[in-house]
Nanobody
Framework: QVQLVESGGGSVQAGGSLRLSCAASGYIYKGNCMGWFRQAPGKGREGVAL????????HYADSVKGRFTISQDNTENTVYLQMNNLKPEDTAMYYC???????????????????WGQGTQVTVSS
């Protein structure tokens, strides 16, 4: 059974930092596309940061470039999202997603994930 377990959300003031974790299990963790999406109330889902777990290819939304960093720990089948210099507009529910058989990050960016996590809330106050 595939599981994506997110953790690390919370409430911070603008300028603060948080690190999200997504622990994956139930499938072969290698050569997949994984990433973080977010959705704020009344807004559409946005692909924030994606990574190809078989290499170092990453993708970031323009809104988070230079502030967020996605990384992975292959020994623990975990993907992280380090979020620095957080802004109130970063407030959203953050979801981890995986596309198990991955040919391009564009596919995952389009929302074609096989599995989604339950989400973790990030709230940034001004």
């Amino acid at each position: 059974q595939v599981q994506l377990v997110e953790s690390g959300g919370g409430s911070v003031q603008a300028g603060g930092s948080l690190r999200l974790s997504c622990a994956a299990s139930g499938y072969i963790y290698k050569g997949n596309c994984m990433g973080w999406f977010r959705q704020a109330p009344g807004k559409g889902r946005e692909g924030v940061a994606l990574i190809y777990t078989g290499g170092s290819i990453t993708h970031y939304a323009d809104s988070v470039k230079g502030r967020f960093t996605i990384s992975q720990d292959n020994t623990e089948n975990t993907v992280y999202l380090q979020m620095n210099n957080l802004k109130p507009e970063d407030t959203a529910m953050y979801y981890c997603a995986v596309q198990v058989v991955c040919y391009s990050l564009d596919d995952l960016l389009a929302g074609r994930a096989n599995y989604w996590g339950q989400g973790t809330q990030v709230t940034v106050s001004s």
